[in-house]
């Protein structure tokens, strides 16, 4: 038997339901269902979505973690099941927040989802933070000042792409180019213009269908007390020279 039709069956007694309710519930024959959780048969996607909604567990889930060993009471629902997240608490009652470090960074993309990787990530507790789920990113590169390389944003989860708010700053987990931090714009229904503070990066746009999280900005933990060499003004003047110094450059090597 393969994992999927192990969790459906086991969720399945746990609600204390017969295959036909749950056939019935997601509009299938019962003998098509049984050969799901026998392993003979794996479902379409439409039916696969079907039992994710029926029983309030995301895909991920179902295809890829044992969710015996899962403490659903600990797991955050969001809506349409796409994702389910652990929280825990620490002797105090306050969330605790799991912290993706540089060396954890690499298999996020793959382990988001999994409650058992989720626990192995470091974890801090920031009361001042108040409700929802957080969870600390690291920071990469000089696009986004004054955050630098080693700095962590911490980031509250979003769970609609509509929740975006215009100008502000979000950790966004995406397919291609894993995490990123950046100041969005909704750019259509479907896809978001993600800005550099750092004008010397062009914005450019992700779709909403490469996008697998996204966190929005609620403080950052820096590592330096590193007076800055420039101004605002001499920063932004620097970078401007030096675009078009590059723009120049790439317009004789096209000659």
């Not at 269902?33 to 048969?41: I, L, V």
Request: charged share 25%.
């Amino acid at each position: 038997m393969s994992l999927y039709s192990e969790n459906i069956k086991y969720l399945r007694i746990k609600k204390d339901v017969s295959q036909q309710v749950v056939a019935d519930s997601v509009g299938i024959p019962r003998p098509r269902y049984a050969k799901y959780e026998d392993g003979k048969n794996f479902p379409p996607p439409e039916t696969l979505m079907a039992l994710s909604r029926y029983f309030a567990m995301s895909i991920d889930l179902l295809l890829s973690v044992d969710v015996r060993k899962i403490p659903v009471g600990d797991l955050l629902k969001l809506e349409n099941n796409r994702v389910l997240l652990p929280i825990t608490v620490d002797s105090y009652g306050n969330n605790l927040i799991e912290v993706v470090t540089q060396k954890a960074k690499a298999g996020y993309l793959s382990g988001y989802a999994d409650p058992e990787y989720i626990e192995s990530l470091q974890q801090i507790s920031l009361p001042f933070l108040g409700p929802g789920k957080h969870r600390g990113f690291p920071v990469e590169g000089d696009s986004m000042p004054p955050h630098e390389d080693g700095s962590i944003i911490v980031g509250r989860y979003i769970e609609k792409l509509g929740d975006v708010l215009d100008g502000k700053t979000y950790i966004v987990i995406t397919k291609d180019n894993g995490i990123i931090y950046k100041r969005l714009n909704k750019n259509g229904k479907n896809s978001l213009m993600l800005n550099s503070d750092n004008t010397f990066y062009e914005p450019y746009e992700v779709k909403a269908s490469d996008i697998l999280e996204i966190w929005e900005y609620e403080c950052n933990i820096g590592r330096t007390d590193r007076k800055s060499d420039f101004s605002t003004d001499n920063l932004t003047s620097l970078m401007m020279e030096m675009r078009q110094e590059l723009r120049e450059v790439k317009a004789k090597i096209n000659t």
